[in-house]
């Protein structure tokens, strides 16, 4: 379990550095620079849902297409994590404002999909590891033992 919370902290260190470059560039106003040992961190107080919608928007595929929306959760997810560790909180605002937007991405997202203008899955997909222990305990029995000797 501990893998996984590493893991997900990389994932969104990695989307907040990218999201801090694209508010620096773009709208500073956002930004505090030197805070806690980091470079710069998020100014909440400031930061617009309009503002967050554009940083992520502007991370795009190397072909220049649009990022699949998983992408787009995994950005918010590290805007809460950062906020966590500024300990302070999302205004309700900027909350129901993004969930708006990304219940409208995730729409767009599905419609592309079934109409066959953007591929189902990228690469193969790692099985959860709820399903790795169910198929042990399929193959292995109820009680334990191996089944089919």
């Known amino acids: 379990m501990l893998y996984f ?6 994932a969104y260190m ?10 620096k560039e773009e709208n500073s106003a956002c930004i505090i620079e030197g ?3 980091d470079p710069y961190t998020i100014d909440f107080t400031k930061l617009s ?3 967050f919608k554009r940083a992520v928007l502007h991370d795009r595929n190397p072909d220049g297409t649009r990022k699949k929306f998983g992408v787009y959760t995994i950005y918010r997810s590290a805007l809460n994590f950062q906020a966590t560790l500024q300990d302070t909180a999302l205004s ?6 993004t969930s708006k937007w990304l219940t409208g991405a995730k729409k767009l997202d599905a419609a592309a999909r079934q109409a066959g203008k953007a591929k189902a899955q990228v690469g193969k997909r790692p099985m959860p590891v709820s399903l790795h222990e169910e198929l042990l305990a399929l193959m292995q029995g109820r009680d334990g033992t191996k089944q089919g000797k």
């Open 14 to 23: 990695r989307k907040l550095k990218k999201l801090k470059g694209y508010l």
């Open 49 to 51: 849902a309009t503002n």
């Open 5 to 10: 919370v590493v893991i997900s902290k990389q």
């Open 35 to 37: 805070v806690g040992g």
């Open 92 to 97: 309700s605002q900027f909350k129901k404002k």
